[in-house]
């Protein structure tokens, strides 16, 4: 076993290109994690128990509608979690119109919109010319364009920050960044990737946040509310 998940293995091989899987092939994103010989020899006893990164990198994707409430002091807090496959993004446009009109006088509303990072380089699966990450932008823009969001504060929260630094640090991959990502990142500072120098992950990350300021300065509705990301 040892010999098909050292660096030169066929399985180590065949992860360092899962980003080319098919739609239908995709490994879960904690995957890769435990696809290696210590933890698969770790989880081979029958005495072993999860460690909290175990536990983070066990993903889990969200299914359905998923609603939590808690008080933090007198303050009631409503929490409608959605995830965001196909088939669940298909469901959301209509709750959240629903959800906020049914809101009542004194209710803050907010939306938390998560955003993988990991996608900026995820070919579309039926729409080939774009990236998953350009889907994610494109249903941003549709969620803002709603006119009952406009009253709603908005928070893009940019997730999977460790394996985009995985990707763009693995010299194989860097030519995906110019393919994907070079309208928002300045040329010297491409140019500096590309050629091997050292480069602030900051810069990079901030490509990613620069193509949704970008979608979010483009939509023709002027907002009531501010959009903060993270």
């Not at 030169?8 to 899962?18: I, N």
């Not at 983070?56 to 299914?63: E, G, K, L, M, Q």
Request: with cysteine; glycine share 4%; proline share 4%.
């Amino acid at each position: 076993m040892q010999n098909c998940f050292n660096k030169q293995g066929p399985v180590r091989k065949a992860l360092q290109r899962e980003h080319e899987f098919c739609a239908e092939c995709r490994l879960s994103d904690g995957a890769i994690y435990f696809l290696n010989a210590e933890k698969i020899s770790h989880f081979s006893r029958s005495d072993t128990l999860p460690t909290e990164d175990d536990i983070v990198h066990a993903r889990d994707p969200t299914s359905g509608l998923n609603y939590y409430h808690f008080r933090v002091h007198k303050m009631r807090v409503e929490i409608h979690d959605m995830g965001g496959q196909m088939v669940e993004r298909k469901k959301v446009l209509d709750f959240l119109t629903h959800w906020i009109s049914d809101s009542k006088p004194n209710y803050r509303n907010f939306i938390l919109y998560v955003v993988s990072m990991a996608d900026y380089n995820i070919v579309h699966p039926t729409n080939p010319q774009y990236t998953l990450l350009d889907e994610s932008a494109a249903f941003m823009k549709a969620i803002l364009n709603l006119s009952p969001v406009q009253e709603c504060g908005f928070l893009i929260f940019f997730n999977k920050s460790d394996i985009f630094r995985t990707r763009v640090l693995d010299a194989q991959l860097k030519p995906d960044f110019r393919r994907f990502l070079s309208a928002y990142i300045k040329a010297d500072a491409l140019k500096k990737y590309e050629s091997g120098n050292t480069v602030k992950i900051d810069v990079l990350n901030n490509a990613i946040a620069k193509k949704f300021a970008d979608s979010i300065n483009n939509i023709p509705v002027k907002r009531r509310a501010p959009v903060y990301h993270k």
